[in-house]
T-cell receptor
């Protein structure tokens, strides 16, 4: 079974600065997807970014980018020019392409605080 | 296009009562997933359904929990004889029919169940 680990329970960043959230995962599969979800206080799960494992190029969405290291099974999220609205829980998630379940496996989350 | 809808948003039940959580997927989506989030934890997969079929229920507790996704109407997650440990946020997600490239899951706002 796959596991996802987020080793930073909390992180803080100064507004306008850059912060990196860590995520590692364990799998024996070669094809899969990785995701970062944001969960603000409203609890709504919002997809931030996704990465296909077969793509070597790191995904980027505006101020959000990932550092995908397949061999190391690492998938970190970089937030540039942090804004107060970025404060939330961030969850890393894994999805296999090889089983019928197609479920997401989530890490335990990192709480990001943004200081004005 | 309305997003994934869940109701109720908040549900309070006494120990021993039944809880029914409803999920209406996005229009055109035929796949529904249920996840549970305990306080201060990440989301855990419970069950994956397609219309009238349970595809994967590997995350469902063996007793008291059941799920359905009828041909007409919303998906229902049913918890019988609730206990305090069932208190959690329950999220539903939906996706369209799976393609070779895979698709994201779109999350509803969740139902917060409190058992007193």
């Amino acid at each position: 079974a796959q596991t996802v680990t987020q080793s930073q329970p909390e992180m803080s960043v100064q507004e306008a600065e850059t912060v990196t959230l860590s995520c590692t995962y364990d799998t024996s599969e070669s094809d899969y997807y990785l995701f970062w979800y944001k969960q603000p206080p409203s609890r709504q799960m919002i997809l931030v970014i996704r990465q296909e494992a077969y793509k070597q190029q790191n995904a980027t969405e505006n101020r959000f980018s990932v550092n995908f290291q397949k061999a190391a099974k690492s998938f970190s999220l970089k937030i540039s020019d942090s804004q107060l609205g970025d404060a939330a829980m961030y969850f890393c998630a894994y999805r296999s392409l090889n089983n019928a379940g197609n479920m997401l496996t989530f890490g335990g989350g990192t709480r990001l605080m943004v200081k004005p | 296009n309305a997003g994934v809808m869940q109701n109720p948003r908040h549900l309070v039940r006494r120990r021993g009562q039944e809880a029914r959580l409803r999920c209406s997927p996005m229009k055109g989506h035929s796949h529904v997933y249920w996840y549970r989030q305990l306080p201060e934890e990440g989301l855990k997969f419970m069950v994956y359904l397609q219309k009238e079929n349970i595809i994967d229920e590997s995350g469902m507790p063996k007793e008291r929990f059941s799920a359905e996704f009828p041909k007409e109407g919303p998906s229902i997650l049913r918890i019988q004889q609730v206990v305090r440990g069932d208190s959690a946020a329950y999220f539903c997600a939906s996706s369209p029919a799976l393609l070779a490239g895979g698709t994201e899951q779109y999350f509803g706002p969740g139902t917060r169940l409190t058992v007193t």
